[in-house]
């Protein structure tokens, strides 16, 4: 069962742009919430999280944003560089051990 | 600071062989492990966690089964590969899951 989604595989986005990564989820149960970036025949990073009684966290370039009633988040990303090119993953929380991951989008940003 | 280790980073194997992947943290002591798995065009799926030597849980039925034979490795296995266990295995320690390497294994 695909409990997160990412519906987008990829994006594609001009250097200096905002880059927008969207992720939508299906139990309201889930608190809290993970992007992971992941560059090829590397294992994914950790990049910036989110808990349910937030709506938003910033961290330099990276926001997210989460839409509790829409059960959506998205990944802002300001002004995108072409090092951000990899494949950025969701993830959803209901307990430590307990984590859902998106299938992934695939972001290329142009020079 | 800490550090993991995944190995081989590339396997092929046949159908029916057995599998052995290692995974050893150092740097840290009595870490939560985490095998996942990512099969082509999925997300990461759990299949295995510890939170101690010796203690594993499934999260899925599946032709693997994972060890925790010391405090910092963490092992998955089989004893007959499937040719859907094809995919990329991924472990991972601590919370939010840091992850390795990872070893792409191509089951033929």
Not at chain 1, 23 to 46: H, I, Q, R, V
Not at chain 1, 77 to 96: E, H, K, R, T, W
Request: hydrophobic share 35%.
């Amino acid at each position: 069962d695909q409990q997160v989604k990412q519906n987008s595989p990829s994006l594609s986005v001009q250097e200096g742009r905002i880059s927008i990564l969207n992720c939508d989820y299906t139990n309201s149960m889930f608190d809290y919430f993970l992007w992971y970036k992941k560059y090829p025949a590397e294992g994914p990073t950790f990049l910036i999280s989110i808990s349910s009684i937030k709506d938003k966290n910033e961290d330099g370039r990276f926001t997210v944003f989460l839409n509790k009633s829409a059960k959506h988040l998205s990944l802002h990303i300001v002004p995108s560089q072409p090092g951000d090119s990899a494949v950025y993953f969701c993830a959803a929380s209901l307990s430590n051990n307990d984590m859902r991951f998106g299938a992934g989008t695939r972001l290329t940003v142009k020079p | 600071s800490q550090t993991i280790h995944q190995w081989p980073a590339t396997l092929v194997q046949p159908v029916g062989s057995p599998l052995s992947l290692e995974c050893t943290v150092e740097g840290t002591s009595n870490p939560n492990l985490y095998w996942y798995r990512q099969a082509a065009g999925r997300g990461l799926q759990l299949l295995f966690y510890s939170v101690g030597i010796g203690q594993i849980s499934s999260e899925v039925p599946q032709n693997l089964s994972a060890s925790r034979p010391q405090d910092r490795q963490f092992i998955l296995s089989s004893k007959k590969l499937l040719l859907s266990d094809s995919g990329f295995y991924l472990c991972a320690w601590s919370w939010p899951p840091n992850f390795g390497p990872g070893t792409r294994l191509l089951v033929l």
